[in-house]
């Protein structure tokens, strides 16, 4: 089975542009979140879907960061404008049923902003 | 509110050393707990879980375990391999509240050969 598909794995922006990373979660599964990684700060959830429903978009994300999910296999996340500090690994994480615990990781989609 | 805090931020070991990675935990409900790992490159996956206190989960050589009465749980491996260096996360899911699974903030493990 395909995992989690996780595309750019690179991104590179200019600050105050649009970038948005994409997501296909691995096929059948119920739940997708989106993580924000850094060395400072972790793990930080952004954005939680259950059955392509947001149930969470993380508080304090919700000013320039906005996920969707168009169909239950494709997910997308947008900051707009980037700013320097949104430097960081973006994940995607899909998990088979709701509120095991039990997510599977994408690989990632690196951003830098310039 | 919930947390979980992981204090080692790195480890630094040689070949077949003794790995205890601990974590404590604070929350209200009954919690189920987690260990994620992290290689380099990669998204962190799931190593184990560990829904009862006192229980042990284990996986690949590595055993995990949580002490209700002092609302902490470790991970520990008897003789680790240079492989085995990555970064370790410890979770919490607290099925009397929310769904959302809370991460510890990592521990590097590094293995010399």
């Known amino acids: 089975d395909a995992g989690v598909t996780q595309t750019p794995r690179h991104e590179v922006a200019e600050k105050g542009q649009t970038i948005i990373l994409k997501c296909e979660p691995v096929s059948g599964h119920n739940d997708l979140f989106w993580y924000r990684q850094t060395k400072i700060q972790g793990l930080e959830l952004l954005s939680y879907?259950?059955?392509?429903?947001?149930?969470?978009d993380g508080g304090a994300f919700k000013d320039r960061f906005k996920a969707e999910m168009l169909n239950s296999s494709f997910s997308t996340l947008k900051i707009q404008p980037t700013e320097p500090k949104d430097s960081a690994v973006y994940l995607c994480?899909?998990?088979?049923?709701?509120?095991?615990?039990?997510?599977?990781f994408g690989e990632g989609s690196k951003l830098t902003v310039l | 509110g919930d947390s979980v805090i992981q204090m080692q931020g790195q480890v630094t070991l040689s070949e077949n050393d003794f790995l205890f990675i601990n974590c404590t935990y604070s929350?209200?409900?009954?919690?189920?707990l987690f260990w994620y790992v992290q290689y380099s490159g990669e998204g962190p996956q799931l190593l184990l879980q560990?829904?009862?206190?006192?229980n042990k989960g284990s996986s690949r050589g590595f055993e995990a375990t949580y002490d209700k009465g002092t609302t902490s749980f470790h991970l520990q491996k008897t003789s680790v391999q240079e492989i085995d260096s990555a970064v370790y996360y410890c979770a919490m899911r607290d099925y009397s509240g929310s769904w959302q699974l809370i991460f510890g903030s990592g521990t590097q493990l590094t293995v010399m050969p």
């Open positions: 994480a899909s998990s088979p049923t709701t509120n095991t615990g039990q997510l599977y």
């Open positions: 929350t209200t409900g009954y919690p189920t």
């Open positions: 560990v829904t009862t206190a006192n």
């Open positions: 879907f259950r059955s392509k429903s947001l149930m969470e």
